[in-house]
């Protein structure tokens, strides 16, 4: 055979199967695409004379909530949500947006609270096959639930872990100024951190105060090495602990950089009124009473705050009364101020602890019964 035939032979077979390949390709690519627009729908929901404003929040936060919540593309345009996802969660962000529309038809405003608990309850529907359908779980559980759900952190949403949690929620709610006074573990200092975020995320205040007596009570901030921030820091240090566990380390750093977080000293609060500001005292039993005077009556318009503290664990010298202590009888009747009470049944930091505050009690008691029956110890 000619080697010109075989070489022509072999160019022809060469061009057929690069031709075939293409076209396998081709079906291929085609093949994907069309599965690919198989397992993606879109729906459209048209808002009606819903306000975009309150429904969304402001500058779309609680819109951009959502999208941090689902994989599925949102848009909004003419007075219509667009939908695209995979089926199943394009129905469940459908009912998301039903129910934000009628809780805020119904209540007339909505809040980042009701949006977050409409999607946990989504959520937990998913995951359970014995729960009814969401249209009637919103129906009959939507305000229950609604009510334990105090911020949405970076991995999980924080809820009132127990009665009294509840109770603390709910008085946050209903007052301008709360006391929660307990003892260590029992989330006084967590639940008023996401508290106060959670206002600041739906834009009932507009700047969160932090602050503690430093040093023990005495406040000799001039005495550390430092600026002011690397004086107050090791003090404040369980207040920015709860605080970045809600919110990312750049999201922290840019609420500090615009001072909406403001962290501060007791010492320095003197002179100032705060408006529309969520301010959190911690520590409480460490203030005198001028210092707690002082602090309170810095509350200015549209402000509340939360004032934390554990009256066993008072560190001030025996000449000076706790501020804390004195307030619950000055302040108890004055309407808009409420006081909550933990108990060590309310603990829900590591089992330990709560037998730990049990075991200083009854030794606690065991020398008042030694010191009041004048008997030696055993």
Not at 218 to 246: H, Q, W
Not at 261 to 289: C, H, K, S, W
Request: hydrophobic share 40%; net charge neutral; with cysteine.
């Amino acid at each position: 055979m000619d080697v010109r035939h075989i070489t022509s032979v072999m160019n022809h077979a060469f061009v057929q199967f690069t031709v075939i390949a293409v076209r396998v390709c081709v079906q291929t690519t085609q093949h994907s695409e069309y599965r690919m627009e198989t397992t993606t729908v879109e729906k459209k929901i048209k808002i009606g004379e819903t306000d975009p404003l309150l429904l969304f929040g402001a500058n779309d936060a609680y819109l951009q909530f959502i999208e941090s919540r689902f994989d599925s593309a949102i848009t909004f345009r003419n007075n219509t949500i667009m939908l695209r996802g995979v089926p199943a969660e394009v129905k469940k962000l459908e009912t998301v947006f039903d129910e934000m529309m009628y809780c805020l038809k119904k209540k007339g405003v909505l809040t980042m609270n009701d949006v977050a608990g409409i999607i946990e309850i989504l959520q937990g529907n998913s995951r359970s096959t014995q729960r009814e359908s969401a249209p009637q779980q919103f129906a009959s559980h939507g305000n229950q639930l609604d009510d334990t759900i105090i911020l949405w952190g970076r991995k999980e949403p924080i809820k009132a872990r127990t009665k009294r949690q509840q109770e603390y929620w709910n008085s946050v709610r209903a007052n301008d100024v709360v006391f929660s006074i307990g003892p260590a573990g029992t989330g006084k200092t967590y639940l008023a951190v996401a508290m106060a975020l959670a206002y600041l995320r739906s834009n009932e205040i507009q700047k969160i105060v932090l602050t503690r007596p430093a040093v023990e009570a005495g406040e000799s901030l001039g005495f550390l090495p430092g600026d002011l921030f690397e004086k107050v820091n090791p003090y404040l240090r369980p207040l920015l602990d709860a605080v970045s566990d809600m919110v990312t380390p750049d999201k922290l750093k840019s609420l500090n950089e615009k001072n909406i977080i403001e962290i501060v000293p007791l010492a320095y609060m003197r002179g100032r009124t705060l408006n529309n500001a969520f301010i959190i005292l911690d520590e409480a039993q460490n203030t005198t009473t001028t210092q707690m005077k002082m602090f309170l009556t810095r509350l200015g318009h549209g402000s509340k705050a939360i004032i934390t503290g554990d009256i066993t664990q008072i560190d001030l010298n025996s000449n000076k009364q706790s501020g804390l202590v004195d307030v619950q009888h000055i302040l108890r009747n004055v309407p808009g101020i409420g006081f909550t009470y933990f108990e060590k049944s309310d603990v829900v930091r590591h089992r330990l602890v709560a037998e730990i505050i049990n075991a200083y009690e009854q030794d606690a008691e065991r020398k008042e019964r030694i010191h009041t029956d004048g008997n030696p110890p055993a």
